[in-house]
């Protein structure tokens, strides 16, 4: 069983699309994450919820919408995608804030 | 502000060399220090991690070394295998805040 898993591997859309990125963890964390990886490899956090409440929100574009249904799920909603989107988006869960991440495999995101 | 600064940008060792990372942080609230190993195409994954109340910690061939006066600490990789090949991360955080990273390292191990 995989343990943070996030769907799709892969996503290339169109430039003012809006596209979402789900994600799930099985680890029964209380917290998880929204990280980018631009083309250089700079990990940047964007989002945490903790215990589906919103915890730390870096300065992202308000294009950008986390959604937590519950605990177990959190998902990443972008509207009106731009060039400068495109990235890796990785989902993370940790037992509690500040502890081992635990990463999905990551979400590819290209913006033509 | 970058919070915590990793050198070298890319490392190239030969097969059973020595690999060092540095890295050095600010804020002295952070109380975790991770170092994450990633291949391509793969999430980051945890490797070996440290709090500041000791200075040293290995596990098999990874090494940190923390040095709290300085702010600073470093990863060893001991008799390095081309399967090391990949991206390192360090990280610090706090438990009130958020994980930081460092820029990344690319670690090529030449056979």
């Known amino acids: 069983d995989t343990a943070v898993s996030q769907t799709p591997k892969y996503l290339v859309t169109q430039m003012g699309n809006d596209k979402s990125i789900k994600c799930e963890q099985n680890l029964g964390h209380d917290t998880m994450y929204w990280y980018k990886q631009d083309s250089k490899k700079f990990l940047k956090i964007m989002f945490s919820y903790n215990n589906k409440e919103l915890i730390i929100n870096e300065t992202v574009p308000n294009r950008f919408s986390p959604k937590s249904p519950d605990k177990a799920h959190l998902n990443l909603h972008i509207n009106s995608l731009e060039l400068g989107d495109s990235a890796v988006y990785f989902c993370?869960?940790?037992?509690?804030?500040?502890?081992?991440?635990?990463f999905g495999s990551g979400t590819q995101l290209s913006v033509l | 502000q970058q919070q915590v600064k990793q050198s070298p940008q890319s490392l190239i060792v030969q097969k059973g060399g020595i690999s060092i990372i540095n890295c050095a942080y600010e804020?002295?609230?952070?109380?975790?220090f991770p170092w994450y190993q990633q291949f391509p195409g793969k999430g980051p994954a945890l490797l070996i991690a440290i709090r500041p109340d000791v200075s040293e910690k290995k596990e098999g061939r990874f090494t940190i070394s923390f040095n709290k006066s300085a702010k600073q600490f470093s990863l060893h990789i001991m008799d390095s295998q081309p399967g090391d090949s990949a991206t390192y991360f360090c990280a610090a955080s706090s438990a009130a805040g958020k994980s930081t990273f460092g820029d990344g390292t690319t670690l090529t191990v030449k056979p």
């Open positions: 804020n002295t609230a952070f109380d975790y």
């Open positions: 993370a869960s940790s037992s509690g804030q500040g502890e081992k991440l635990f």
